[in-house]
């Protein structure tokens, strides 16, 4: 489940669509394996990061920010240390609840209202996490050191992994 390169020295743009899917297929079968039968949502969302962050040398922060009280609020991580509580609408993260609607971000100094959790973060995508009652119940918030790291490709094969462990 882990690539071969160097987390120091990587380019996002190194990887071909078609070795990003490799990548992509290849962890999804290997969470699907450690997570078969997982029910505690904490769990499953510390295993993802860890296995995600690993398996994918730029992304730089993986993450959960998990609804409560009508924020939310920073969950299970790997990176350096995230914002606490993220309102609704504010930001990335804030912009992906509020809407839940997934936000791909190619330069997030250029988002109308970003916050800086860490001035290393260049590029971002969050997605909604929804539960089996189509209850927005997270967001999974991905950073990159470079700009424009995320596409297409990551939407889709993300969408599709917090589908299965969160929704199904």
Not at 46 to 54: D, F, G, V, Y
Request: hydrophobic share 40%; aromatic share 10%; charged share 25%.
């Amino acid at each position: 489940m882990q690539t071969k390169t160097s987390r120091f020295n990587f380019n996002s743009k190194n990887l071909s669509t078609l070795e990003k899917e490799k990548i992509y297929k290849e962890t999804l079968i290997g969470l699907d394996s450690v997570l078969k039968n997982e029910t505690n949502l904490i769990l499953k969302m510390a295993t993802i990061n860890c296995i995600l962050r690993e398996a994918l040398p730029y992304f730089f922060w993986t993450g959960f920010y998990l609804v409560e009280k009508g924020e939310l609020i920073v969950g299970p991580y790997q990176g350096t240390l995230g914002c606490l509580h993220i309102s609704f609408g504010k930001g990335v993260c804030g912009t992906a609840a509020k809407t839940k609607k997934v936000q791909i971000v190619a330069d997030v100094h250029k988002f109308p209202g970003h916050i800086a959790c860490d001035s290393k973060s260049q590029s971002e995508i969050v997605l909604p996490v929804f539960d089996k009652t189509k209850k927005i119940i997270a967001v999974f918030d991905v950073d990159s050191t470079e700009k424009a790291s995320f596409d297409q490709t990551d939407n889709k094969y993300l969408e599709l992994l917090l589908s299965k462990h969160f929704s199904n």
